[in-house]
């Protein structure tokens, strides 16, 4: 499995951003995609997520109301929508897929996903 994230970049703070994920090697509309983020010296966190049917999603409360999740499983890609950018969204952001169905606590978590791409830097200036 690939996951090949784009997209990332410099903006300033109220920006916007669009990151997109593409999957190869995978039934991609399988199971839920799902967006991490990490800050230099700070721990990974999750940031969004979306069910196979794409009905179904879960943010983080420091992005929710600002970020959109989609996913357009005929092309195999998720992406993040990223608007009124902040200054502390600076990060690399990650986007995973998960190895099963996840109930939708489980889909905040990092264990849940065993497919990584390599991350793309978001830097918000202000």
């Known amino acids: 499995v690939q996951l090949q994230a784009s997209g990332g970049g410099l903006v300033q703070a109220g920006g916007s951003l669009r990151l997109s994920c593409a999957a190869s090697?995978?039934?991609?509309?399988?199971?839920?995609m799902g967006w991490f983020r990490q800050a230099p010296g700070k721990e990974r966190e999750f940031v969004a997520a979306?069910?196979?049917?794409?009905?179904?999603?879960s943010y983080a409360a420091t992005v929710k109301g600002r970020f959109i999740i989609s996913r357009d499983n005929s092309k195999s890609t998720v992406y993040l929508q990223m608007n009124s950018l902040k200054p502390e969204d600076t990060a690399n952001y990650y986007c995973a897929l998960a190895g099963s169905r996840l109930i939708i606590s489980a889909m905040r978590s990092s264990d849940g996903y065993p497919y990584w791409g390599q991350g793309t830097q978001v830097t918000v200036s202000s």
């Open positions: 090697g995978h039934t991609f509309s399988t199971y839920t």
């Open positions: 979306v069910r196979r049917s794409g009905g179904d999603t």
